[in-house]
């Protein structure tokens, strides 16, 4: 299962690099996660924020949820969570 991780990891990190804002929330997921590549949140952080500008709303709820909710990488930040939960709901995430 790894190898299949690492193979998928790669071929999302490709388009993630030319700016496919699905791709890059994919790798930020990853680095999150630790699927395929070595966890590492400071990286998780950079693609998730890069996918949430770009307009992915996956990327949005995550970088409230999962980062300015949590304070993981970045300082607690409550209006933050609110920006980014309101423009993933105003993208269509539930």
């Known amino acids: 299962m790894t190898?299949?991780?690492?193979?998928?990891?790669?071929?999302?990190?490709?388009l993630a690099e030319?700016?496919?804002?699905?791709a890059e929330c994919q790798v930020g997921?990853?680095?999150?996660e630790g699927l395929?590549?070595?966890?590492?949140l400071?990286?998780?952080f950079y693609w998730t924020e890069r996918a949430a500008v770009?307009?992915?709303?996956d990327a949005q709820n995550n970088l409230a949820e999962l980062f300015y909710e949590t304070g993981t990488v970045v300082e607690r930040n409550i209006p933050k969570v609110m920006e980014w939960?309101?423009?993933a709901a105003e993208a269509g995430h539930s």
């Open 3 to 14: 190898e299949q991780y690492e193979k998928c990891f790669q071929g999302h990190l490709k």
């Open 18 to 22: 030319q700016g496919y804002p699905l």
């Open 36 to 40: 395929g590549v070595g966890q590492d």
């Open 54 to 57: 770009h307009g992915d709303r």
């Open 85 to 87: 939960y309101k423009k």
């Open 29 to 32: 997921y990853f680095y999150y």
């Open 42 to 44: 400071e990286k998780a």
